[in-house]
């Protein structure tokens, strides 16, 4: 089993900036991508960004040019850098880990985010 620990949500004022950190641990050898899902209040679990042992990157329509996702893979870190934070960023995000062998998928326990306008 893969452990997530997430860190760094907290209330932010709309415009502000958070950064959130993932710590993977456990049978973490083989993670081979890393990322973050987020879901709102009555909606469903979406991908917000994602990133290859490669560093190969992925995001969301809605917050490309405002997230940064990053990895460290000596420390099986991964961090979301979020910028010019709006109300509809307000959510759980969740951090994600998909292994080449089974288990093959780890979710966090989720971290909440809120944006006041």
């Known amino acids: 089993q893969v452990q997530l620990a997430e860190s760094g949500g907290g209330l932010v004022q709309a415009g502000g900036s958070l950064r959130l950190s993932c710590a993977a641990s456990?049978?973490?050898?083989?993670?081979?991508?890393m990322g973050w899902y987020r879901q709102a209040p009555g909606k469903q679990r979406e991908l917000v960004a994602s990133?290859?042992?490669?560093?190969?990157?992925n995001y969301a329509d809605s917050v490309k040019g405002r997230f940064t996702i990053s990895r460290d893979n000596a420390k099986n870190t991964v961090y979301l850098q979020m910028d010019s934070l709006k109300a509809e960023d307000t959510a759980v995000y969740f951090c994600?880990?998909?292994?080449?062998?089974?288990?093959?998928?780890?979710w966090g326990q989720g971290t909440q985010v809120t944006v006041s306008s």
């Open positions: 990133i290859t042992s490669g560093g190969i990157t």
């Open positions: 456990g049978s973490a050898n083989r993670i081979i991508v």
């Open positions: 994600n880990a998909v292994r080449s062998v089974a288990p093959y998928n780890s």
